[in-house]
């Protein structure tokens, strides 16, 4: 989602808070700075006409913001860790299958084996070269698409999620929910920024 599709996302979520949210007055970015100044003044001016009780903004906002980003998050973690553990298998594969090539050839030399043709030039001419090749497409595949710390993010945000998710139902008054609340879309907001970054530098290069 691009970072403007966020912030109306995360000004929905707390839009029943009785005051407007300061979350979006710390962002100055350029590409959002106008639908944000928007999204402050009008949150402000209709606050007030939009207060719900504390236990209806606590149900809509643990069943809708909270569990419908888990929901994403769990299903983008689903969709990266399988490609990484098959590119991390191809890799192990590869460079063990690599190290055995030149081991046997080592032990054929030693020993004065001979070896038939049709298995030496494979064993010991192609696979030898070739092998360490693909074992680093492996680990630049894994590289470029940044696997290993889109998996390990896609967890942290779920076990953040989850923990919002269980101090909400333990808020009482509406100025600890309201922490709570900014606290959580802080995260997601600076989880959607650092990704439009980085996929825009990308793209420059």
Known sequence: MPPGGEFCRSALATWGLPRAARLLHERD???????????????ARTAPELSMPIGEFQRIYGEQ??????VYYRRQEQRALPLLKKLRWTFWTSTIAAMACVTAYAIAISVLLHVPAWLQRPAFDFLPIVLPVVAAGMISV????????????????QAMLEASAAQIGYCNTWS????????TENALLQEIIEWHSMVSFSESH
């Not at 600890?176 to 606290?183: D, F, K, N, Q």
């Open 142 to 157: 894994i590289s470029i698409n940044d696997l290993h710390r889109r998996v390990a993010r896609y967890r942290d945000m």
């Open 65 to 70: 913001c909270i569990g419908g980003q888990l």
């Open 29 to 43: 970015i350029p590409a959002v700075r106008e639908l944000s100044r928007s999204l402050r003044i009008l949150h």
């Open 176 to 183: 600890s929910l309201e922490r709570v609340v900014l606290r």
